[in-house]
């Protein structure tokens, strides 16, 4: 009896001090993990062998990016104990930043089965449905998203995205609007509630919410560029001109946008700075520069230089022999500018036989010149020449 009396207090003692060792190796491996040491965490946690210990292990797997390790020990421990959600929702998590997107979709739509009241579940739902180019099924679940909490942020971020990049405006402010109403400095929101309102030709409001990104330090090429747009849409033409000149820190040779400051001094009747940046762009240019040469062209014409308009529009057909635009209207300005009518006319026989030779989208030209043609012969006949 005395014996078996001491044999219960040895095993009694054995699974104390076994009890007091879990807590106790728990720390350490704990310790371990906090500080980053996740290889040598694991080996702690195998050791410990519990279902906590096990869902450390997936935790440490998932933060040094060995996600296919990862989802195994989630799937171990998730086949083991169905009810731990905090497992499936990790390892539903991890199906989505590894691009399963119809595991992540099975098992969210199960877990807001469980629970629609968590909008973490119908979040995630929302963007495995996104990710299986499921839009409408996307959308919807966003939007449950914020009837469980009004200030998700990002389902708000989504949906604004989701209706400015289809072009529904309206709706894109709505949820902008909405998130902004929470979280007002938040670059995103402002990013699409500006690029809505760009859109809608609302610049003004526009430029408001691009100039408050810049304030953030959120420095972009794009917000540039629509800057540019939009101060030269309302006409205030040294912003737009300051705009488009940032865009150039980024490549001093941006043909386009050597082009736009070009255009925006021309408006501005600012044509010698004008000359200088087209002629900028003529010589970054390493493609057809017909666009360029008609900038050029009309700069010329602004400042009442046909001769050189008529050049120019030579040059950009040169270029661009499939624009007969370009013809037309040197006869126009060689009409302006030549006293001769001879030459005048060879102007317009040149745009009858280049029309002619483009077939019916050119029929307009070809009738234009000889009517100019005849017109022209008459006159020449007239002197007696």
């Known amino acids: 009896m005395t014996k078996i009396f001491y044999a219960i207090q040895l095993i009694v003692l054995f699974l104390t001090l076994k009890a007091g060792a879990q807590p106790s190796a728990f720390k350490i491996a704990d310790s371990l993990y906090n500080t980053g040491n996740y290889t040598a965490a694991i080996n702690r946690y195998a050791k410990i062998n519990n279902t906590n210990a096990n869902l450390q292990i997936a935790k440490a797997y998932n933060a040094i990016g060995n996600y296919d390790k990862a989802i195994a020990q989630y799937n171990s421990v998730v086949t083991k104990d169905t009810s731990l959600l905090v497992a499936r929702f990790n390892l539903g998590k991890l199906y989505l930043k590894t691009n399963k997107f119809k595991q992540a979709n099975s098992l969210f739509a199960k877990l807001v089965a469980i629970s629609k009241t968590n909008p973490e579940y119908s979040y995630n739902l929302a963007r495995s449905f996104s990710a299986i180019n499921e839009d409408k099924k996307s959308v919807l679940w966003y939007k449950k998203t914020l009837d469980v909490d009004s200030t998700h942020l990002r389902a708000l971020q989504r949906l604004s995205i989701h209706y400015v990049g289809e072009h529904e405006n309206h709706f894109a402010l709505k949820y902008a609007d909405k998130g902004l109403s929470f979280f007002e400095n938040d670059p995103v929101l402002i990013n699409v509630k500006a690029l809505a309102l760009f859109n809608m030709g609302s610049y003004k409001l526009s430029i408001k919410c691009y100039e408050k990104l810049l304030s953030l330090g959120k420095k972009d090429q794009k917000v540039y560029h629509r800057l540019g747009y939009a101060y030269n849409s309302i006409e205030n033409y040294e912003k737009s001109i300051e705009n488009y000149k940032l865009l150039l820190e980024y490549d001093l040779e941006n043909i386009k946008v050597l082009r736009m400051i070009s255009e925006v001094y021309m408006k501005d009747k600012k044509l010698d700075s004008a000359t200088v940046y087209i002629k900028r762009a003529i010589e970054a240019h390493s493609y057809k520069l017909d666009k360029e040469y008609e900038v050029a ?32 209207q040197a006869c126009i300005y060689a009409d302006k500018y030549y006293k001769d009518p001879k030459l005048k006319l060879n102007y317009y026989t040149q745009l009858k036989q280049k029309s002619e030779s483009k077939g019916s989208n050119s029929q307009y030209f070809v009738v234009f010149a000889e009517k100019r043609i005849s017109e022209l012969k008459s006159e020449i006949f007239a002197k007696g020449e």
């Open 297 to 328: 062209a009309r700069i010329a014409v602004n400042k009442k230089d046909y001769k050189t308009a008529i050049k120019y529009y030579n040059m950009a057909y040169t270029e661009n022999p499939t624009k007969v635009l370009y013809l037309y």
